[in-house]
């Protein structure tokens, strides 16, 4: 036996690295994300309604310092599903062609999918209302597939950036230099 020092392991797995099909990038344009939107966005009204309605007087009945908490909770599950729906936007934006995903990845600084847990320890959480805390462990569960899939569709576009569309920039360049 001879002595390897791993390059014919390591092209190998290169060659098998570029020949990779990923998953993420169809996921994100398939009925799959369609029933992730739905989700989320009916996440989103729902909280929104409890919110605005039986929440706000479930607040007003409880103690002070549950009251601060369950205002403070409010607001981190409110932030949170904003920054949901805004990704789950701009990703379906990509899928329906409105935007490119160069587009969409500029915009994206502006979504923060940073994992958030509930704002208060958890005896005071215990305090809240069990419709607010069934809300924030579903925003949160739903913030977590997001992010997931964000991140996988970052990994998977670093792997295999889209093609330059040469002709068709060319073809803009044009368009716009006549449209003066």
């Known amino acids: 036996m001879g002595r390897s020092d791993g ?8 060659e098998g690295a570029a020949n990779t099909i990923w998953f993420y990038p169809r996921l994100a344009a398939s009925a ?7 989700e989320g ?23 002070r310092p549950a009251a601060l908490a369950y205002a403070t909770e409010s607001m981190r599950l409110t932030t949170r599903l904003m920054q949901v729906a805004s990704w789950l936007l701009l990703q379906r934006a990509v899928n329906e062609g409105e935007l490119t995903a160069a587009q969409a990845q500029s915009e994206k600084h502006r979504v923060r999918l940073a994992e958030q847990d509930v704002a208060c320890p958890a005896a005071m959480f215990e ?9 924030s462990a579903k925003s949160l569960r739903l913030q977590a597939r997001v992010a997931h899939l964000d991140r996988a ?18 073809f803009e360049r044009l368009r716009a230099a006549f449209a003066r």
Do not use: C, I, N, W
């Open 41 to 63: 966005m009916s996440l989103v009204e729902d909280t929104a309604a409890y919110l605005d309605g039986p929440g706000r007087e479930q607040s007003r009945s409880l103690p």
């Open 7 to 14: 390059s014919a392991q390591s092209a190998a797995f290169d």
């Open 32 to 38: 799959a994300f369609k029933t992730l939107f739905r």
């Open 127 to 135: 305090q809240l209302p069990e419709t607010l805390r069934a809300f």
């Open 153 to 170: 569709l970052a990994e998977a576009e670093a792997a295999h950036p889209a093609p330059r569309r040469e002709v068709a920039e060319q």
